[in-house]
């Protein structure tokens, strides 16, 4: 749980994502996963 005052990672290795394109992919891989506070 990261509250309101942090972020996660999108990556396990904590590694930032390359480009916005890399960023929308992986969005697309975590959100069915996701549980909202």
């Given at each position: 749980?990261?509250?309101d005052q942090e972020v996660?990672?999108?990556?396990?290795d904590?590694?930032?994502?390359?480009?916005?394109?890399?960023?929308?992919a992986?969005?697309?891989e975590?959100?069915p996963q996701?549980?909202?506070?």
């Amino acid at each position: 749980r990261t509250h309101d005052q942090e972020v996660f990672s999108f990556f396990p290795d904590e590694r930032p994502c390359n480009g916005f394109e890399e960023v929308l992919a992986r969005y697309r891989e975590i959100v069915p996963q996701l549980r909202l506070a």
